[in-house]
């Protein structure tokens, strides 16, 4: 069963790091991209990033370029995601989903994770 | 704002038939994908290449797309599917991805 399972909560200070990780089961890890999708309190969706778990490639949203680094663990078939310099602004839910893509044109993701609650608070 | 442009609320009657819509200029060029999310699960599948349905996902789910806009139809709908439904494509100038900004549905 495919399957992602995420990192606990985190409650963080302003201005700390937080890494959260993805373990992936149930099918070959270096065969799919993986990204990292956001969701603040009340609000929609927003992409982070994109990482190929084959060669360890990673693409980022330019809002968080620089201060966001996605890496992968084939060893152990797990993403990661290290957010620096945190604020209350990224006081969310993080979810890791799995990518499908048919030629260049349609991509979707599943499944994803069950999300991990980071809170920013003095 | 987003590049994906959805109605924040619908609803619909207990059985009726109800469409969401998605509206961008990279649809154009991308497909859409949409997600269905339920207060405190993470988001769902529900359609993906247009109108294709995961397994498990009902058969009165179903996708549409023409121009810049994509639809997702609930056709007979039921109380489960009262939900936030989030669509998807690939952003239109570089390799990023959107979202929408999701539709919240309530079945009356």
């Known amino acids: 069963q495919v399957q992602l399972v995420q990192s606990g909560a985190e409650v963080k200070k302003p201005g700390a790091s937080v890494k959260v990780s993805c373990k992936a089961f149930?099918?070959?890890?270096?065969?799919?991209?993986m990204h990292w999708v956001r969701q603040a309190p009340g609000e929609g969706l927003e992409w982070m990033a994109v990482?190929?778990?084959?060669?360890?490639?990673?693409t980022y949203a330019q809002k968080f370029q620089g201060r966001v680094t996605v890496t992968r663990d084939t060893s152990t078939s797990t993403v990661y995601i290290e957010i620096n310099s945190l604020t209350s602004e990224d006081t969310a839910d993080y979810y890791c989903?799995?990518?499908?893509?048919?030629?260049?044109?349609?991509?979707?993701?599943?499944?994803w994770g069950q999300g991990t609650l980071v809170t920013v608070s003095s | 704002s987003s590049e994906l442009t959805q109605d924040p609320a619908v609803s619909v009657a207990l059985g009726q038939t109800v469409r969401i819509t998605c509206q961008g200029d990279?649809?154009?060029?991308?497909?859409a994908s949409w997600y269905q999310q339920k207060p405190g699960q993470a988001p769902v599948l529900v359609i993906y290449?247009?109108?294709n349905r995961p397994s498990g996902i009902p058969d009165r789910f179903s996708g549409f797309s023409s121009g810049n806009t994509a639809s997702l139809t609930v056709t007979g709908a039921q109380a489960e599917d009262e939900a936030d439904y989030y669509c998807?494509?690939?952003?239109?100038?570089?390799?990023?991805?959107?979202f929408g900004g999701g539709t919240k549905l309530t079945v009356l």
């Open positions: 989903a799995r990518d499908f893509s048919r030629g260049e044109t349609s991509w979707w993701f599943d499944p």
């Open positions: 149930g099918y070959t890890f270096t065969s799919h991209y």
């Open positions: 990482i190929n778990c084959n060669d360890g490639r990673t």
């Open positions: 990279n649809l154009r060029s991308f497909s």
């Open positions: 290449d247009k109108n």
């Open positions: 998807s494509s690939r952003g239109i100038s570089s390799y990023y991805w959107v």
